[in-house]
Every structure is written in C-alpha cells, then in structure tokens.
C-alpha cells in the first residue's frame, strides 16, 4: 500500500480518533488504505469500517477483512450509505484530502505537470468532464474564477487570458499544451510553484471538490453519534476554511446561529484549538505531506 500512497499524519488522525475496539467508523477516503489500515489495527472482532473512494484503483487495493466495507461512491453521501449499510450513527470519521500520490505518480491520469500527459485529473475515472473539456470550452471569465478562487493564483486574469488564446490556435489536449499556453505568466524561479496553484484549480473545478467537502461536512453532523469524533487533513486554504468553519459552527460560513435570546452553541468540541502539523521527519520522507494540517472535533 505504501507504493500506492504514504499516509499523512497517520498516527496523529488515529489518536484524534480515540477508537474503540467495537466502534463503527468511516474512512472517507480509502486511498491506498494507509489510514484504513491503521484503524483496523486498533478495531476488534466486532468493530467496522466503512471506506469511501471515487477511483476504483484505490479500491482494489483493500485487505479481505468481514470488518471493512467498501463503498465505491462519492464521501458527499456518507450519511446515506450509512443508514444504507444499516447503522444508524457511526463512531468516527476520517477524512484525507489529499490527491494519492499514485494518481499524481500516474502520468496519464493528467494530475501532474511533470508529465506531458493528457489533461483528465478525474479522480473517478468514469465522470463525463475532465479538466480538457474545462480549460477549452469554459468562458474566459469563469477561467478566470476558477484560477483566482481554488488555484489563489496571482494574474489570474491574464493566466485565463493566455489559455483562452491558445485554445483559439489549436485545442489545448494535453498538460505539455497548459503548460505552454502559461509560459509568459510564470515567475522565473517559481514557475512550478505557479503550476501547482493552476493544476490545483483544475483538479478542484474537474472534481467538485469543495461541494464534496460541504456534503461530507453534512454529512458528518447527521451521522457521528454524540461524543463522536471527525478528524480532516487538508492541504490547503480552502478546504481548511471549510473545515474550520463547521467545527466552529456548523455551517460554511462559520456564524453560529443563535435563537431569539441571543443563545448559539457550535454542534462541535475541539480536540485541539489549533491544526495538527506534520514534523519535520515526516515531511522529509514525504513531502507532499508539507502542507497538511489536521484538525479534529467531537460531536456534542
């Protein structure tokens, strides 16, 4: 499994978790079942895990355990296959945000400037759009967005521009195409860096990624049983945002609703007041784990 993709944070998103041995979790993103794996370790005989993935690759790497139950669906609609699955509230939720470093190691899946490689990015394989269908048929202005808003790329506006342009010369089919069209907006010295916010927007426009994110949010609420725990490891401001705003309040905005006397109560307690960071050791054997943060809530 370690292959197909390291776990982030794995000890620490365990402990967040406080298992019990005969507890019902969910992993919301199986990957390459790192973290899936460390639960099992920690369930018993009568304990379960439900895991959740989109790509069916990730799937196929699961273990033959009666305890896991694998869900080849969308994490959005967690609370509706576990009543589906027959529970009526689960323990604990995971969530890892992350792209799987198989699909990012896997140049034809399109995720990854370093290779010149068909621009897909789907992280279901069988979804209509992918990210060629976006950077050629969407208007400039919604480019535009879409760069500006889940890439936080600076000259958002002339980056859309270009893409735009290039396309009107020829299709634009794979990442080689991308990263060429953008070759005069890139900063010297940062030009991957630059890339990454790109790609990174694509990827989140391709795969709805922050209207996942809300739905398991939801989801997660109506599914944790009070003293219940969710740990999310995120990996960048957005979805942090998110995921702050609903242990802070419940809701996406982060404002606690509050009833005509003025009263308000978050649906969650902090675990801990601040993300989780990864350490340095971790970080160097892993760098894609530089930028994760792990925050974790009980269910009140």
Known sequence: MSDYHTPVLLEESLEALAIE?????VDATFGGGGHSAGILRRLGSRGRLIAFDKDPEALANA????????????????HNFVKYKGFDKVDGILADLGVSSHQFD??????SFRFDAPLDMRMNPLASRNAEDIVNTYPEEDLERILRIYGEAENSRRAAALIFFARTRAAVHTTGDLCRALEPVLPKMQEHKYLA?????????????MEDLRGLMEGAMKSLRSGGRIAVITYHSLEDRIVKNYFKAGNIDGEVERDAMGRGESPYTLVNRKPVLPCEEEISGNTRARSAKLRAAIRR
């Open 21 to 25: 041995p005969s507890g019902v979790y």
């Open 106 to 111: 896997t140049s034809e899946r399109g995720f």
């Open 63 to 78: 273990p033959k355990d009666d305890r896991l139950i694998l869900v080849h669906n969308n994490f959005r609609f967690v």
């Open 197 to 209: 916010k790109v790609f990174q927007a694509l990827r989140i426009e391709v795969n709805g990624e």
